[in-house]
């Protein structure tokens, strides 16, 4: 029997269920990364790993893991999960339903009687959600060792620098400049897919091809502030109007490099700052921050020259001055390891899933973890596309069938040396 059959959904929804329930008072659903209620939830999963079984710890990152050691010492470590940590009024799903599916997994193994000759380990990765010291991706950051010294003189508004932070997780910070690990031979994330595309096109199973990079600009057009009433359409120098130009440039630019073949591509101009900011005054200074998403690199880089032209020409048509154009933020896409992925998509197969290859638009904590091991994503459908919300909502046949693939996956892979 496969060990897919011994998943019981209605252990997992408890899970889930009793999960969502540790939150702040009147705020479903918030566990912010380092607070008194992330800690609350952090010990609530400790006890159920040690439930099922796993030899549970904290790393040096501030990373819970569960171990559950494999028959052939050596021959490493198949490791899967995701993030406890919460946006503020989040979602009952993004991050947990990758940990604790992964836990249900483990479960599955021990109840089938089924032996992995790998060792097996769960994650709930410190941090994955941006934390009040401004950061991402802790834990899986420090694992990888792409925590930097500066990184971890970050300090959140209650000044506590990140260094103490993690060790008041229980991590070991003064141990993070180098990659914390060599064994670990596959990692699978399940994650729900915080998009609307498995659900319109009725898809049960997300393949994961890669994780989009992310590059974000900083933009400041810089005019001159006069009366609204008094200074002559023609005469004015507005800083709002090659801000305005460029909100459009954006939108087309993106939309047809994504019609046309370009791969994932979405770019967002989400902050747009005018000043001074009245109603009865000509905007002095425009400031806007474009959120740019590629799944191939190259893409990215003209995609960002082409907004930069684009910046010079609307500057020079309204008499402004382009002050500022620079790049705040930059990384690259994440590619899955494609023998991953093909066992993914066979483990959906196998169980009658249907799937669809995909890109993600969100970071993952899988992006970090691929620079130590090969990694496979995996999706399921959540619906209307909503996270990062209340309302965000996986259907528990849904879960069932996730957490499913991802046994499946980790049992095929356990038979590859």
Do not use: K, Y
Not at 130 to 136: N, V
Not at 141 to 169: K, N
Not at 294 to 301: D, G, N, Q
């Amino acid at each position: 029997m496969s060990v897919a059959a011994h998943i019981r959904p209605d252990r997992l929804q408890a899970d889930l269920d009793a999960l969502a329930a540790i939150t702040d008072p009147g705020r479903p659903h918030t566990r912010r990364s380092f607070s008194p209620r992330f800690l609350e939830g952090r010990a609530w999963l400790a006890e159920r790993f040690r439930q099922a079984g796993l030899i549970t710890r904290i790393d040096d990152a501030g990373n819970l893991i569960g171990h559950r050691p494999g028959t052939t010492p050596g021959l490493g470590t198949l490791m899967s999960g995701s993030h406890s940590d919460t946006v503020p009024d989040g979602g009952r799903f993004d991050g947990i339903l990758g940990v604790l599916a992964a836990l249900e997994a483990a479960r599955a193994f021990a109840d089938a009687g089924i032996p992995l000759r790998h060792d097996l380990e769960i994650v709930d990765f410190l941090a994955e959600e941006p934390s009040d010291f401004g950061l991402s991706c802790i834990g899986s950051r420090g694992m990888a060792g792409a925590l930097s010294p500066e990184h971890r003189t970050l300090r959140a508004p209650w000044d506590e620098s990140l260094t103490d932070a993690i060790t008041r997780m229980g991590g070991a910070p003064d141990r993070l400049d180098t990659p914390r690990r060599t064994d670990i031979r596959a990692f699978f994330e399940l994650h729900i897919e915080q998009g609307i595309v498995l659900e319109q096109a009725g898809i049960q199973i997300g393949v994961v091809d890669a994780i989009a990079g992310v590059t974000r600009l900083e933009i400041v057009f810089s005019g001159r502030a006069d009366h609204a009433g008094t200074t002559p359409m023609d005469l004015r120098q507005d800083a709002a109007v090659p801000a305005a130009a460029i909100v459009t440039f954006v939108h087309a630019r993106a939309s047809t490099l994504a019609r046309s073949g370009a791969g994932h591509v979405t770019a967002t101009c989400g902050v747009l700052d005018l000043s001074p900011g009245a109603s009865n005054v000509i905007a002095r200074t425009a400031r806007l921050v474009v959120d740019i998403r590629v799944s191939h690199r190259p893409v990215a880089e003209a995609l960002v020259a082409s907004i930069r032209d684009a910046c010079a020409r609307a500057a020079e048509a309204s008499r402004t001055t382009l002050a500022r154009f620079a790049i705040q933020s930059d990384t690259h896409p994440t590619p899955c390891h494609p023998a991953l992925a093909a066992l993914v998509e066979d483990a959906a197969r196998t169980q009658g899933f249907s799937t669809r290859h995909m890109v993600s638009g969100a970071g993952h904590d899988a992006a970090f973890v691929a620079r130590l091991a090969p990694m496979a994503m995996l999706f399921v459908p959540c619906r209307d596309g909503r996270s990062h919300d209340p309302d965000e909502w996986c259907a528990p046949e849904d879960a069932t069938r996730g957490t499913m693939v991802l046994a499946e996956a980790l049992a095929m892979r356990d038979r590859i040396d």
